[in-house]
């Protein structure tokens, strides 16, 4: 019986510098730049519609996991992101005060262009316009 190890594989260590050459902030940045900071139909877990969310713009984000995608006609990247802002006084030291206020996951199909996004966002927080 053949033993597959896919741990010391090439494609991980692809993937790990990719990863590590990515900057979150700016993929996210240029997302909510696109976007206008703002989220247009949103369905929280309660089933309550919003029509529009508008999202502060000194938002922050954290790559919280990434994974990839493999199915016969295509191949994607996910990549999980946290949401936070500082919540009180900018002459605190930074991540004293952050405020997490939701998720986005953003897809890119292998030519890192973008796909999917899905949004989780803490909706009883007062740093959300709605």
């Not at 949103?42 to 493999?70: C, H, M, R």
Request: proline share 2%; charged share 25%; glycine share 4%.
């Amino acid at each position: 019986m053949t033993r597959l190890e896919l741990k010391n594989h090439q494609v991980w260590q692809d993937l790990t510098e990719i990863l590590q050459s990515l900057d979150a902030n700016v993929l996210v940045k240029e997302h909510l730049e696109q976007c206008n900071y703002q989220v247009c139909g949103y369905w929280d877990d309660q089933d309550e519609y919003y029509e529009k969310i508008t999202l502060p713009s000194n938002l922050e984000a954290e790559l919280v996991s990434s994974s990839i995608g493999v199915s016969q006609r295509e191949r994607f990247l996910k990549l999980k992101f946290l949401l936070m802002v500082s919540a009180g006084d900018t002459t605190q030291a930074p991540n004293n005060n952050t405020q997490k206020i939701g998720e986005l996951v953003l897809v890119y199909d292998e030519n890192l262009e973008f796909v999917d996004e899905n949004w989780l966002l803490d909706i009883d927080s007062r740093m959300l316009v709605k």
